[in-house]
């Protein structure tokens, strides 16, 4: 019996370490593939987002729908030159899969330069009370469609620390603007973008656990029942 425990043992080694492997290989495709959706979704959010300012630029006045102009045109210059910085982020990231060079670090070079350039954005803007804060959100959810949970937890810490820079900017330095918000507005949008990224990494978590029920299912003969 003891012979035969050790044998199963070693006959389970190998399995497992096939079945990692084989998990590696299938989560690099996907890694692949979500790269190019998010820097799909990247370029979308981008042209949305300038189309936005764009309106509170030159103004729109249709009948019902009336928008005022809103900024000022040192402001306008100073965000298309951050779209454009960005833009060419997504332009750099889509040639890369094209000649197919993708490293593992790409995803995370990504994931920073946009957490940067959208602080960069807010600092310019109107800080925390800006609108644009939700799109630190957006980054979260991007991050999730490389199923990698490291990425997960950086792309929110990141956000995170991005939030807190833009607050202590407000607070502190942009004495000329009052665009500050209370105390506990900030804790509420922290709150939410660390259980965000929580949510999203065990959902990458059962990700890999139901891939690897599913195989081992399959390779048992499954379940008849309905």
């Not at 807190?164 to 330095?173: D, P, S, Y």
Request: glycine share 8%.
């Amino acid at each position: 019996m003891a012979q035969l425990s050790k044998e199963s043992r070693l006959d389970a080694a190998p399995s497992a370490a096939f079945a990692e492997r084989q998990w590696y290989i299938v989560r690099r495709w996907q890694e692949y593939a979500g790269e190019a959706r998010a820097n799909l979704l990247r370029i979308v959010g981008i042209g949305a987002f300038y189309a936005v300012e764009l309106l509170n630029y030159r103004g729109l006045s249709l009948g019902p729908v009336d928008i005022p102009v809103g900024v000022e045109r040192q402001f306008h210059t100073t965000v298309t030159a951050l779209a454009v910085a960005w833009v060419m982020v997504a332009l750099g990231t889509l040639v890369c899969l094209r000649i197919q060079v993708f490293p593992p670090i790409l995803k995370y070079v990504t994931t920073a330069a946009d957490i940067v350039l959208l602080t960069t954005i807010l600092l310019v803007a109107d800080g925390p009370r800006s609108p644009l804060v939700a799109a630190y959100f957006l980054l979260i959810v991007l991050s999730g469609l490389r199923f990698e949970r490291g990425l997960v937890w950086c792309a929110t810490l990141g956000s995170m620390t991005g939030y807190l820079f833009v607050c202590g900017f407000a607070r502190w330095i942009a004495d000329e603007r009052e665009i500050s918000v209370p105390r506990y507005q900030q804790l509420i949008v922290l709150v939410a973008l660390g259980l965000a990224g929580i949510a999203l990494g065990q959902v990458i978590r059962r990700a890999r656990g139901l891939a690897f029920e599913f195989a081992a299912r399959m390779a048992g003969g499954g379940d008849q029942r309905p």
